[in-house]
């Protein structure tokens, strides 16, 4: 083995990469089972073979190598690399495909110079296209990758004027907080509030009261021309919506797979009582997650084709097509970025969860799910890894309801008239003006207020700074969220948030960020102890 390795090395050296490979082929032959030498000669094959341009046999060189050492960096780095050399210049799905697995193994690699390299050469290709997609709808922004320790972020397109929304999104998954007063009057996929009419002061006709009520029922009647209203699903009645679409939605996207069917002993029953009692929704939304990877999962075999790519890209996404597909169904959330973030309760939650898909699956005929595929997705390791991912990316929303907006609108057209008068006709009732803006933030309008968590695809890519030029704001009856700038921004520039409050003294800032997001803030205030 020693002196097949050697004429391989030399070989190498000298620019010889086919007997390179066969010299390290032979050296491999000699190896005896357990050998700690085997991962080492696969993975240098696998160059020779890479700079001898076989791309799709340096491809299951490496393979072999990750098979013997899943963990092992150098391997994640060559794999990476074969793979944004097959994608080459190519546009078309096998190279996207071929991009997201090289992006998966980035993710896997150490910090380093060449590492970075690496990540922003495969970020260059795979994010416009990704992201791309995403931001059809955001004219104003792209994503870009920075590099080093700030990763990818936003960058603005065009000029935006402060005080300016600069881009709003709809999240790729979000929910209510259990067990709040106000989870019965929130759709269940949107998180639309209801208002209540018991949610209302009373008072006699002519007061403030009943001119609210007033503006409620109006409101009502709205609704109910627009055939809006509280609907259930039709299968378990536990989860509310706002709408017949709402509720199609949420049944194609994830709860087909969780709904407990009526059944208080069904797995997901169990679990979200445990999540109500204990004050979580993490557990929740990641049942979310799973079920929706799981969804996309059976499309994707489903649609899964090749003939786009050439030879070599094709006999690579052949040779590993379960792989490519499960890439394909978790893109959603891969692209995320979490250090797992583990605790007590995790294997109970994740076996809640394995059961209940699995009971549903097995309801639904979803014959082509075998127990090693739902295991490979709904595993504690990936339950911890979405924690962490939901833990340093995601955003509470505080959807407003239809009575805040009323009063809004009111305002902002007295505002545009240039009206100077002492009230403001809302919905035709009529408000002092004063009385309108004070409403907006009174104890009964944010009564009306549910709390959730949503992960926003571009919104939560933001990067920090302690002198923010955006801020995160809701704005809607949903779980939409705007993206609003606090300053001008010029083309190119990169859009930040902050993720603490930047008005703590710096230490505190700094122990902040780095306990709760893993990096040391490098702003220009921290660096200068402001």
């Not at 150098?74 to 190519?90: I, M």
């Not at 970020?123 to 997609?133: A, I, L």
């Not at 922004?141 to 972020?153: A, I, L, N």
């Not at 049942?287 to 690579?316: D, F, P």
Request: neutral net charge.
């Amino acid at each position: 083995m020693d002196e097949a390795k050697r004429e391989g090395n030399d070989a190498f050296h000298r620019g010889d990469y086919a007997a390179a490979a066969a010299a390290y082929a032979r050296a491999i032959a000699c190896c005896s089972s357990g050998c700690s030498l085997a991962d080492v000669l696969h993975c240098n094959r696998c160059l020779a073979l890479r700079r001898a341009g076989l791309l799709a046999e340096a491809c299951t060189a490496v393979n072999e190598s990750l098979k013997l050492n899943p963990t092992m960096a150098k391997a994640h780095f060559h794999k990476a690399s074969v793979l944004l050399e097959l994608a080459g210049d190519d546009t078309a799905d096998c190279a996207h495909a071929l991009l997201r697995r090289a992006w998966r193994h980035c993710a896997l690699l150490p910090p380093g110079a060449e590492s970075d390299r690496l990540r922003a050469a495969v970020s260059r290709r795979y994010f416009p296209r990704y992201y791309g997609q995403l931001c059809e709808g955001l004219r104003t922004v792209r994503v870009e990758y920075f590099g080093g320790e700030r990763g990818k972020g936003v960058a603005a397109r065009e000029d935006v004027a402060a005080w300016r929304t600069a881009f709003a999104e709809t999240p790729l998954v979000s929910r209510a907080k259990p067990g709040s007063t106000l989870e019965l009057q929130t759709c269940a996929q949107c998180m639309r509030s209801f208002v209540v009419e018991e949610q209302l002061p009373t008072g006699p006709q002519g007061s403030y009261a009943a001119r609210l009520a007033a503006v409620f029922h109006v409101l009502q009647q709205s609704e109910l021309s627009q055939g809006r209203g509280f609907c259930r699903c039709a299968h378990c009645a536990a989860e509310v919506y706002c709408s017949e679409e709402c509720k199609r939605v949420a049944w194609e996207s994830h709860h087909k797979l969780l709904c407990s069917g009526g059944n208080q002993g069904h797995p997901y029953a169990k679990l979200y009582a445990e999540c109500a009692e204990a004050g979580r929704v993490n557990p929740l939304l990641i049942a979310r997650m799973l079920a929706g990877t799981l969804i996309r999962l059976g499309h994707a075999k489903a649609q899964l084709s090749w003939e786009c790519g050439n030879a070599a890209q094709r006999a690579v996404l052949e040779a590993e097509r379960d792989t490519f597909a499960l890439d394909k169904a978790s893109e959603w959330l891969e692209v995320f970025v979490g250090a797992p973030c583990p605790s007590d309760d995790d294997a109970m939650f994740t076996e809640h969860i394995r059961l209940a898909i699995s009971g549903n699956t097995s309801a639904l005929g979803w014959s082509w799910l075998a127990d090693a595929t739902l295991t490979q997705v709904v595993n504690v390791d990936q339950f911890r890894r979405l924690n962490g991912v939901l833990m340093q990316n995601a955003s509470q929303v505080h959807p407003v309801s239809d009575l805040h907006l009323a009063f809004e609108a009111a305002l902002k057209r007295d505002f545009d008239a240039g009206a100077s008068g002492a009230t403001v006709s809302v919905l035709g009732v009529p408000f002092g003006v004063e009385e309108v803006r004070l409403e907006t933030s009174s104890a009964v309008m944010q009564a009306l207020t549910p709390e959730g968590t949503a992960l926003f695809a571009v919104a939560n890519t933001l990067n920090h700074s302690c002198t923010p030029n955006c801020a995160l704001a809701s704005s809607d009856n949903s779980h939409r969220i705007g993206v609003v700038t606090c300053t001008k921004l010029r083309t190119g520039d990169e859009l930040c948030v902050s993720y603490i409050d930047e008005g703590l003294p710096t230490k505190q800032r700094c122990e902040q960020l780095q306990r709760l997001y893993g990096f040391v803030c490098q702003c220009d205030k921290c660096k200068h102890g402001l």
